[in-house]
């Protein structure tokens, strides 16, 4: 977020400072979960504001997931710490506000770890303690103009993340003279035996270490000259990750940037490198984008899921600053992603993060409702039978094969009865993917949303789709996750209508796959 505008700050903080703070969640689950544009199978908050995933940590079954949260408004305000927690990564439990604002702040982005060895003797080796770190963000400091506006801080749980008691000796990483120095993510090292940390500062990441996650040292700094640098870095997160099909692992890191995503507003870089506890070398310089979509932002992964289950699973929020506050949603404001899992592969000496969904989420894929391979090759247009399925809450996967020479633009088309429509498109001359959501209804609330985003992309001899779509979203995974694209969209009635066309000449679609996917609430 740009935080230049501080006047805007303070008066929800006021808001805030006279309500009682309390959560409110008071609906039944009926009213809440059937509103227009509310999503069925992804996380959204109860009511009112969120924004970026924090905390995210297994632990003793459960997989924590606590968010940007500011319970009085449907616009961003003070923030807190709401909290949810899964055993399935698909079905979701809301408990109450873990982290509310105090003197020091409001509570920003953060991570949270299991202190396995009570290096922190905040609990005990027997129950180790639950570990949030994250940024106090000081809004009357901003407001005076001051710069040592946020810092870092730490809270302990010694039941499973039920309650949080905040250390006394907060913060445990001062600010350092960055006006921008936030969004801490935490780590245990195995090859050096600490703590590791990588925080963001404005233009670049700063990577720190320590023995008890209460007193950290500075270790070093990347990314002044390598990335984008078109917005605010904001929240990394640093893992290795194996590459796949070798016994080779590298680092990944994560940064956010807002704004200077390849489509505008916010969105996600990642490098690749070698890092050994001081200093992370990366492989290039160049930027690399997680997702090419409007809205996957502020995303980073689990920690401490067991080493059996091996994997690192990300989620991001579902939404983009350019727009999010004014986003057409009345109880509510934003969604988070499906959980991804992340994988490493190696392209021509590159090396490439892919994400696809989770597997759990195949759970909820009514298998009563599929209906498969259709049509075998379409030249114009083909309308698909949806047999009554309910589009706006699907997934769908298409295969084609490409041959030697691809249709000059191919894709598919989602519309409703009054012709409003999204469609995802494959452009040949361009080799660009396109993701247009301009007739998609609802666009007024702000200029920057009607837009069509496009993604580079040097299609083989067949072409793989796999589409999650969950009321006024879309989660597009190409080629097994090789390439993503994640847009939000608003049209004013549900699709009666899925469209595959082909401009220029036929197209052989070899497999395609559509079925309802079943609501988690
Ligand atoms: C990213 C971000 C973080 C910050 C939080 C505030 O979306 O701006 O950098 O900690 O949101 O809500």
Redesign the pocket.
């Known amino acids: 977020?740009n935080y230049k505008s501080y006047i805007i700050f303070l008066i929800p903080m006021l808001i805030w400072a006279c309500s009682s703070g309390s959560d409110k969640q008071t609906e039944s689950k009926e009213i809440r979960y059937t509103e227009q544009y509310r999503p069925q199978y992804h996380f959204s908050p109860d009511s009112a504001w969120m924004?970026?995933p924090n905390g995210m940590v297994y632990y003793d079954g459960e997989y924590h997931l606590f968010y940007?949260y500011y319970p009085d408004s449907t616009v961003?305000g003070p923030?807190h710490w709401g909290h949810a927690v899964s055993t399935d990564l698909v079905h979701w439990q809301h408990l109450p506000i873990a982290l509310y604002p105090d003197s020091l702040g409001y509570i920003?982005?953060g991570s949270a770890v299991v202190d396995w060895k009570n290096t922190s003797g905040l609990g005990t080796q027997e129950n180790p303690p639950l570990i949030a770190i994250y940024?106090y963000?000081n809004a009357l400091i901003a407001e005076a103009g001051g710069v040592d506006v946020e810092s870092q801080a730490i809270a302990y749980s010694i039941d499973k993340g039920r309650s949080w008691i905040k250390y006394e000796g907060n913060p445990v990483i001062p600010n350092d003279g960055n006006r921008d120095f936030?969004?801490p993510n935490v780590f245990w090292n195995e090859d050096i035996q600490k703590w590791n940390l990588v925080l963001?500062a404005h233009d670049h990441v700063q990577i720190y270490s320590s023995d008890n996650l209460k007193e950290w040292k500075y270790e070093s700094d990347f990314g002044v000259d390598a990335g984008g640098h078109g917005g605010v870095w904001?929240?990394p997160d640093l893992f290795p990750l194996k590459v796949d099909d070798t016994d080779e692992a590298k680092w990944v890191l994560i940064v956010?940037i807002?704004p200077g995503g390849p489509n505008g507003g916010?969105a996600t870089q990642y490098f690749t490198g070698e890092f050994d506890g001081r200093k992370f070398n990366a492989d290039t310089k160049e930027t690399k984008w997680l997702d090419w979509g409007h809205d996957n932002?502020?995303g980073v992964t689990w920690a401490d899921v067991p080493k059996e289950d091996g994997r690192r699973i990300f989620m991001g929020?579902m939404s983009n600053?350019d727009y999010a506050q004014v986003v057409p949603t009345k109880k509510w404001r934003s969604a988070m992603t499906l959980p991804r899992v992340l994988s490493l592969v190696k392209k021509k000496d590159e090396f490439m993060v892919r994400s696809t969904p989770v597997e759990e989420i195949n759970k909820i894929i009514n298998t009563e409702t599929v209906i498969s391979n259709q049509v075998k090759s379409i030249s114009d247009e083909a309308v698909l039978n949806t047999n009554g399925i309910n589009l706006n809450q699907s997934h769908l996967v298409f295969d084609f094969e490409l041959g030697d020479s691809i249709p000059h633009e191919f894709g598919i088309i989602l519309e409703n009865n009054l012709n409003e429509q999204i469609k995802f498109s494959y452009v040949d001359s361009t080799k660009q993917f396109q993701f247009d959501r301009t007739q998609s209804g609802n666009l007024s609330f702000s200029e920057k949303f009607a837009h069509i985003s496009t993604a580079p992309y040097q299609t083989g001899s067949t072409l793989n789709l796999e589409i999650f779509i969950d009321a006024a979203s879309m989660e597009i995974f190409v080629d097994n996750g090789d390439l993503v694209m994640t847009e939000i969209f608003f049209c004013t009635q549900p699709f009666s209508k899925l469209k595959i066309f082909s401009n220029g000449q036929a197209i052989s679609m070899t497999h395609s796959q559509l079925a309802e996917i079943k609501s988690i609430w």
């Open positions: 977020m924004n970026d940007q961003w923030m920003f982005s940024t963000h936030r969004d963001s904001e929240c956010n807002n916010s932002y502020a929020w600053w």
